[in-house]
């Protein structure tokens, strides 16, 4: 039985998973584990996807980095403008009997946007007959506009200097969403940008600023000045907000604020474009079939649909074939059309035409949709602010992992950064190297990990153990297999942040050894193809 699945179902799954992450309905973690040799340290092991793995990557992880909302986006592909290049028109029935100029025989791989060394994002939406883009597009109003090469163009967004460091790479563009058109939607990257006192009211000698809205995390702190709430300090912009709504509490009475959203991404600028769409425009006409024995001037192209407004008009040669058809309206709210001639005079027969439709949402009313962003780009840096990052060892594997739980299983682990390992505080560091097996009285059995100087006095007194089987305590006596000193003692022991018996290992990277020293930072990035 033949089945479909639409590239727009990819980007909604691609979209849900991002969703997961923005709105915190998962909670997602980058990891890096085995700090022990490959069979050949020059040639990692193909990573295998069975159970008895999945509890090998997870047993030998050394640390956790929560993936923040910030540190993912949806991705789509890269096409640069280049002069002399014929781009691919937008074109709603690309398909096997009506493939594209560059072969696509779907919209979805069609080159029909492109990404200028300005950082703007423009899709074409007529390629003047397939002719080659001599003039870099550089406008970004919300117009649609022609230059003199014949190209019509809309400016759809500008990548934002964060998401060009973070995400953009020679294959993928960040894509985002911004503007809540009126409706609550989760991948909208609203922040509350600032808050204007309207009325300062009196009598304040203590307030509290209260943000409500459909985003999270937004915090501010009010500024008193002679009974007055003078101005009002963001302290936490948020994110996913399209409203935002301030209310003052205090001892005085009748202060007042307004919100004003943005985001870090160019909020103007792509806000302007989401927030004019036109809804469904015809966008031209394809002649399909000319036809004969039309009279120039006697043929009213008569558009009709679900939607309103769009108008057209004709051209007729010398034969009586139609040859263009020029929109006078695009019209709005069409998903479909159907496009017929009246004539007073003559009789015309034979011409067959297709109207072209922008999406319902309009051109660049929902870039990662229109885009077809089916991709999630994600990332994380680690640096040595946290003890917990190891530092001195080396790692062989970075992964992904979904909602792993507390060490005592009680909860989903959403810290920052975590560690599985056992931490000790030791009077003897120097019986302990990195790497060395450690056994204990209890039965336990740990490597090694990491030494540091917790207390900042120069000496080193903190161990990090890594769990081979369980079995520890603050009493215990321990065993150094490597060197041979027996009867190690430790001073305090810390558990684990996380378990390693639990999360869903979404991905995982085998690599050549990597050394972590203080000075170093890893910026690790993943793609994830829906």
């Known amino acids: 039985m033949p089945l479909l699945v639409r590239r727009t179902g990819r980007q909604q799954l691609a979209r849900s998973f991002y969703r997961d992450i923005y709105n915190e309905n998962d909670f997602y973690y980058m990891f890096v584990s085995r700090a022990y040799p490959w069979a050949d340290d020059n040639d990692p092991e193909i990573p295998r996807d069975s159970q008895f793995y999945l509890q090998q990557y997870k047993h030998d992880m050394l640390f956790v980095k929560r993936v923040e909302a910030a540190d993912s986006v949806l991705l789509t592909k890269r096409y640069d403008w280049e002069t002399n290049t014929v781009y691919d028109q937008y074109d709603d029935e690309y398909a096997t009997d009506h493939p594209a100029f560059s072969g696509a025989t779907n919209l979805a791989d069609a080159k029909y946007y492109v990404l200028t060394n300005d950082f703007n994002v423009y899709k074409c939406l007529d390629n003047n007959n397939n002719s080659p883009s001599t003039i870099k597009p550089t406008s970004t109003g919300t117009d649609t506009f022609e230059l003199d090469d014949g190209y019509v163009w809309k400016f759809m967004f500008q990548i934002g200097s964060a998401d060009r460091t973070k995400f953009l790479s020679q294959s993928y563009i960040p894509v985002r969403k911004v503007a809540g058109s009126g409706q609550p939607e989760f991948d909208v990257n609203g922040e509350v940008a600032s808050i204007s006192v309207t009325a300062g009211g009196s009598g304040y000698t203590t307030a509290t600023v209260i943000i409500q809205g459909d985003g999270t995390g937004a915090t501010a702190t009010a500024n008193i000045v002679g009974g007055a709430i003078d101005s009002i300090t963001i302290d936490t912009a948020g994110r996913g907000y399209t409203f935002a709504f301030v209310t003052i509490n205090g001892d005085g009475t009748l202060a007042t604020a307004e919100a004003e959203l943005g985001t870090t991404e160019t909020p103007t600028l792509?806000?302007?474009?989401?927030?004019?769409?036109?809804?469904?425009?015809?966008?031209?006409?394809?002649?399909?079939?000319?036809?004969?024995?039309?009279?120039?001037?006697?043929?009213?192209?008569?558009?009709?649909?679900?939607?309103?407004?769009?108008?057209?008009?004709?051209?007729?040669?010398?034969?009586?074939?139609?040859?263009?058809?020029?929109?006078?309206?695009?019209?709005?709210?069409?998903?479909?059309?159907?496009?017929?001639?009246?004539?007073?005079?003559?009789?015309?027969?034979?011409?067959?035409?297709?109207?072209?439709?922008?999406?319902?949402?309009?051109?660049?009313?929902?870039?990662p949709k229109e885009l077809f962003a089916t991709n999630v780009g994600?990332?994380?840096?680690?640096?040595?602010?946290?003890?917990?990052?190891?530092?001195?060892?080396?790692?062989?594997?970075?992964?992904?992992?979904?909602?792993?739980?507390?060490?005592?299983?009680?909860?989903?682990?959403?810290?920052?950064?975590?560690?599985?390992?056992?931490?000790?505080?030791?009077?003897?560091?120097?019986?302990?190297?990195?790497?060395?097996?450690?056994?204990?009285?209890?039965g336990g059995r740990f490597r090694v990990i990491q030494k540091i100087d917790s207390n900042n006095d120069g000496t080193v007194d903190t161990v990090y153990l890594q769990e081979v089987y369980p079995g520890i305590s603050v009493s215990s006596s321990l065993n150094n297999l490597n060197s041979g000193v027996t009867g190690m003692s430790i001073n305090s022991l810390v558990n684990p942040e996380i378990s390693t018996h639990t999360g869903d290992v979404m991905y995982i990277d085998n690599r050549k050894p990597i050394t972590r020293d203080s000075d170093q930072v890893e910026t690790v990035k993943i793609i994830l193809n829906f």
Do not use: W
């Not at 000319?290 to 040669?317: K, L």
């Not at 309206?329 to 072209?356: C, K, M």
């Not at 530092?391 to 975590?418: S, V």
């Open 270 to 367: 792509q806000q302007a474009v989401e927030s004019t769409a036109i809804s469904g425009t015809v966008d031209r006409i394809v002649i399909t079939e000319g036809g004969q024995d039309y009279i120039n001037n006697d043929v009213v192209v008569v558009i009709t649909g679900d939607g309103a407004g769009a108008t057209a008009s004709a051209t007729v040669n010398a034969a009586g074939s139609i040859t263009s058809i020029a929109m006078t309206s695009p019209g709005s709210g069409y998903t479909f059309a159907h496009v017929g001639l009246e004539q007073a005079t003559g009789s015309g027969t034979g011409a067959v035409l297709r109207p072209v439709i922008s999406p319902y949402e309009g051109h660049g009313g929902n870039p």
């Open 378 to 442: 994600i990332t994380a840096t680690f640096t040595s602010t946290d003890a917990d990052i190891i530092i001195g060892n080396e790692f062989r594997q970075i992964g992904l992992i979904k909602n792993i739980q507390n060490f005592a299983e009680t909860a989903i682990y959403t810290d920052t950064i975590g560690t599985p390992c056992h931490v000790v505080t030791v009077s003897n560091p120097e019986d302990y190297a990195l790497d060395d097996i450690i056994t204990v009285d209890s």
